[in-house]
């Protein structure tokens, strides 16, 4: 059984015998010692020696950003993991002052996000870059397909729901990119994130409709009080926060109620 499977078959045991969350909620601070995103080689006995290369890599990329005086002490923490991603892509413009794309805003997000979850810099900011990566590599074409698949489910679980929805004129307008591109940051709270984010890294990223149908789900009542696709929509951007590890325990159970037991599921 690879690494892989076994942490979803591990995840998917306590869970079954009432200890939800238990495999997540330290997931992404030991994702450097487990390694599913290819930060480290599969030796353990070779992390010391490619950590140090991580901290050298990071130290001249930043000192190189310095050098052209592209940051300062006064950049944002999370625009300097922006301009490193950028640079060491090849794609760093001439002049700090560019807009942005909506890739460095998805970038930004997921950054800020993984702030909260990871104290060190460098950590933080190879975890950024692998997340992301992940997203526009492996998920690259699953990811346009999830606003459709959000439709087919929610209409499984509440047709009346989706009814109104439509109604509204709110499908096509619905916060996608938020949900599906930004895998839910600035919409859920670190601990409810770090929950949804081990399934995404664990290979589903399928995890993130069931969480959007949750959230709809959950605050039914209120998004049939509301008319008109910008009132929903704005809702839906800025949910309460106080129901969060309800709702991702919820879409985990949907998840699994309509696909099984995923391992390696897209």
Known sequence: ???DSQRNFR???????????VEEKKSLEILLKDDCLGILPPHHESHAQVMMYRKEQ????LHALEVIRFISDATPQVEVYLYMHRLESGKLPRNPSFALEPEDEVFLAIAKAMEEMVEDSIDCYWLTRCFVNQLNNKYRDFLPQ????FEQYLNLEDSRLLRHLKTSSAVSKLPYDLWFKRCFAGCLPESSLQRVWDKVISGSC?????VAVEILLTFKIKVMALNGAEKITKFLENIPQDSSDAIV???IDLW????????HSA
């Open 146 to 149: 999830l606003p459709k698949a």
């Open 206 to 210: 399928k995890i993130l409709v069931f």
């Open 249 to 251: 325990s919820k879409a």
């Open 11 to 21: 995840s998917v045991y306590y869970e079954k015998v009432g200890f939800r969350g």
């Open 256 to 263: 699994h109620k309509h696909c099984g037991t995923p391992v």
């Open 1 to 3: 059984m690879t690494e």
């Open 58 to 61: 990071y130290s001249d990329v």
